[in-house]
């Protein structure tokens, strides 16, 4: 009985988190469309550098300790207001340290007119200290309802906000105002419907305990965000900003797709073995649904997406961006592997081994910064530069695999042999997508008779050689559908 409430939990919880990332998908897609149309590349590139050091705070703030939260079996209120007081402490030393550096970055940026707008950026360190709390209390429940009101909301005035700011001439403020807006908005409205608020208490004893856990998790957390934010750090300043900008918009858009639906299963995954930490076959079955329907829906759409690049940025963005296309290409291919990290990782977050999790993030990273350092400082070329990140990719999906053989026993050949049916099935269906293209048809129509085209292809297959996942997700679906009309 317990394990089908599990299950059922965990069903209804997936498909709320996968409305919020849709919703915020959507959303966040219409704002950049208009943005990118209204604004220049290099102030793209200008956020994208000040954001590095926004999302290097926000790493440092929640310090891997709202992670604990969630995987912890004994967690209180008195918990979630400690981890709140030290969280806070660290955005409130980390906003004065980043508002006394904003000259000298936008200084080595050669970037004067950023200074005001960092130091006003910034700020969202302070109101995601707070937030961090919410959505951990809101992950640890599987009360994921509340976490898609709060970003839907949030992205739909966030995103007003900014068009009507860039409309305006606001330039950069416009991409600022439109990031701190949506921090703020979805605080707000996550604090109406959690019950929580800090109190003015501080557990010494349990600050130590969970930071036994999350220190960890601080330490992987800034490893991947310095390796992420080295590549826009390094390009922005051995290149233009505008280069930058084609870069970081080739690199948004995937990002986006996979976050989207790899995002939508790993966090609910995350809570489902935390509660099932016991029993390695029970983590294992969930383990191998979460790898299974996630490559199954994030590959093909990745495939789709590099085969029809070139119209979609045209017809998307506009003219000016088509610069971005081979970016875009290659990181598709990147973000095609992003289940098969994410499912391996959380797993280990779930069976309590962030031990495991930071040594795997200590071989990748000095793995990724050597490759990165060769591509910009001996090849200096900005295409190996992201085609890198695909080598690496490709290589990090043994190391991460490579531990969940004892966790879980769960080994690297039987996830390959997992995910080998969308891999192939995806390939099948693109090569007969990209058939269309030879008849000269305009832009809009080309994209929508190749995703067409791809998806009966794709469905066609998988219902054709009865793939598991896609039967999976058929049945699923029919049963939610079923109980809503009961």
């Known amino acids: 009985m317990a394990s089908q409430n599990l299950k059922a939990s965990t069903i209804s919880s997936l498909f709320w988190k996968l409305f919020e990332q849709g919703g915020t998908a959507v959303v966040t897609l219409l704002v950049q469309v208009v943005m990118a149309r209204l604004l220049a590349p290099d102030e793209f ?14 790493v440092i703030v929640q310090s891997g300790l709202n992670t604990a939260i969630i995987q912890v079996p004994d967690a209180t209120e008195r918990d979630y207001s400690t981890v709140f007081w030290m969280s806070f402490a660290l955005s409130v030393a980390l906003y004065v340290a980043l508002f006394f550096a904003a000259p000298f970055i936008a200084d080595f940026y050669h ?13 969202v360190l302070l109101i995601n200290a707070y937030n961090a709390i919410q959505e951990a209390i809101v992950a640890r429940n599987l009360e994921f309802q509340k976490t898609f009101r709060a970003t839907v909301t949030a992205g739909v005035v966030s995103g007003t906000a900014g068009i ?55 330490a992987s ?39 989207l639906l790899d995002g939508a299963i790993q966090p609910v995954m995350l809570s489902a073995v935390a509660r099932v930490q016991e029993s390695r076959e029970q983590a294992k079955r969930l383990a191998r649904r979460a790898l299974k329907t996630s490559t199954f829906l994030v590959v093909p759409c990745m495939v789709l997406f590099a085969a029809a690049a070139e119209p979609i940025v045209r017809v998307v963005l506009g003219e000016a961006w088509v610069p971005s296309v081979p970016f875009l290409q290659m990181y598709c291919i990147v973000y095609a592997l992003l289940p098969i990290h994410t499912t391996n990782l959380q797993v280990l977050n779930g069976m309590g081994r962030s031990d495991l999790f930071l040594k795997l993030e200590v071989i990748k990273k000095a793995l990724g910064i050597m490759t990165l350092l060769f591509t910009v400082f001996v090849l200096r070329n900005l295409y ?22 004892r966790v879980i026993g769960y080994d690297y050949l039987e996830q390959v042999r997992d995910i080998c049916p969308a891999f192939a099935l995806s390939a099948i269906a693109a090569a007969l997508s990209l058939v269309p293209a030879l008849f000269g048809l305009s832009d809009v129509a080309l ?34 559908l079923s109980a809503r009309r009961s």
């Not at 707008?117 to 700020?123: A, E, Q």
């Not at 794709?458 to 997700?473: K, Q």
């Open 45 to 58: 590139g200008m956020l994208a550098i000040m954001l590095v050091f926004v999302n290097i705070g926000n």
């Open 111 to 123: 970037m004067p007119q950023a200074i005001l707008p960092l130091r006003v950026l910034v700020l």
């Open 164 to 218: 009507v700011c860039a409309l305006l001439g606001g330039g950069i403020w416009a991409l600022v105002l439109q990031q701190l807006a949506q921090q703020a908005c979805k605080c707000a409205v996550l604090a109406l419907q959690i019950p929580w608020k800090p109190q003015l208490v501080f557990d010494g004893e349990r600050a130590v305990k969970l930071f036994r856990f999350g220190w960890k998790l601080l």
């Open 221 to 259: 957390g800034l490893l991947e965000q310095a390796y992420q934010s080295m590549s826009d750090l390094l390009i922005g300043r051995v290149f233009t900003t505008a280069d930058l900008g084609y870069v970081s918009q080739g690199k948004k858009y995937p990002n986006a797709v996979g976050t």
């Open 384 to 405: 190996a530069i992201v085609a890198g990140y695909i080598v690496t990719g490709v290589i990090a999906t043994f190391i991460n695999a490579s531990p969940n053989k």
């Open 447 to 480: 994209i929508l008779i190749q995703t067409l085209v791809m998806f009966a292809a794709y469905c066609g297959l998988a219902a054709l050689f009865r793939v598991e996942e896609f039967g999976y997700l058929v049945n699923t679906v029919r049963g939610m």
